[in-house]
């Protein structure tokens, strides 16, 4: 594994270790306020890992059909970790989740058949468009479930809501686009037998 890989690796950890820190102290503690700062600072490190691996991969010439595929996996399962935590917490609808779900099913499989091809489909820009529309959608959902865990601003905890509703909208609107882009690109690439 190259220094990249490591880089994307990480936040595979960071993915359980983002739904532990949400649920577990609810548990045992019952005192969530400590939990708003590891939970912000676990997402950060997440996105600024995003950002780093595919530099470092370009500038240490590391880049990888593995790398390609390695990175939106890593993506998927941070993103669909933190988005299944504010379904349960009632913070984003469950219907609008199984869309993102269902899109991210779809494109493994379309990626799965690109690979029967001999091609490593990596993200496109429709894809890195999304992942920034989810990372507006998760940090939005964040701050909503952040000022209930802190007790602060409790009347503008509802408008907050609705604005991380809306937000996540606009992803799911996002992603569907993207997983359009992603056929079309494996229609190009040649009927299937």
Known sequence: MNFANRLTF??????PLFFAVYFLPAQFTGNMVWTVPLLWSI????EITDMLDGMAARRLKQTSDFGKLFDPFA???????CF???VIDGIIPAVLFLVVLYREFGILFIRNLMLKKGI?????ISGKIKT???IAAAAAALLCASLHRLGVF???QPAVRIAAIAVFGVSVLFSVLS???YVFVYQASGKTK
């Open 179 to 181: 997983f359009l882009d």
């Open 43 to 46: 997402f950060f490190i997440s």
């Open 84 to 86: 299944l935590c504010f």
């Open 120 to 124: 490593a489909l990596g993200a496109r």
């Open 75 to 81: 993506d998927t399962l941070m993103q669909i970790t």
């Open 132 to 134: 920034v529309a989810y």
């Open 10 to 15: 990480l936040r595979v950890i960071l993915a």
């Open 154 to 156: 409790e009347s503008l």
